[in-house]
């Protein structure tokens, strides 16, 4: 299938490792991306797995990118606009940091 992947500064393959690393580097804040960015990568890995076989780690992963990536739209389009985000400056823009936390424990406890 032909997806239409979202442009993201993260330049990592689509694995739960990768998924991990980043997770912990936005909760410690030693991220070098945008949130924007990571959402944006999320949600190419949801698309990349659509129609692959995975293990349970993998759609562990899948799972919580999904969430990661709707959980970005629905906060940001409960404060603005349609109109209002696509005049913004998306990479300024952050999510709560427990919402992070507790993407990555849900990570941890497979």
Known sequence: MEWNWNKTSIDLPYSYEN???LLDAVC???NQFSQVDFCMWCDN???AWEDEDIDDQ???ARVIARDIECQ???HWYGFYSHKQLMKMDLSKLELPPD???EWIAEL???
Request: net charge neutral.
């Open 72 to 74: 970005w739209d629905l």
């Open 28 to 30: 410690k804040k030693e």
């Open 99 to 101: 919402w992070f936390k």
């Open 45 to 47: 890995l949801t698309m």
């Open 108 to 110: 941890d406890e497979k």
């Open 58 to 60: 993998g759609e562990l």
């Open 19 to 21: 998924l991990k690393t």
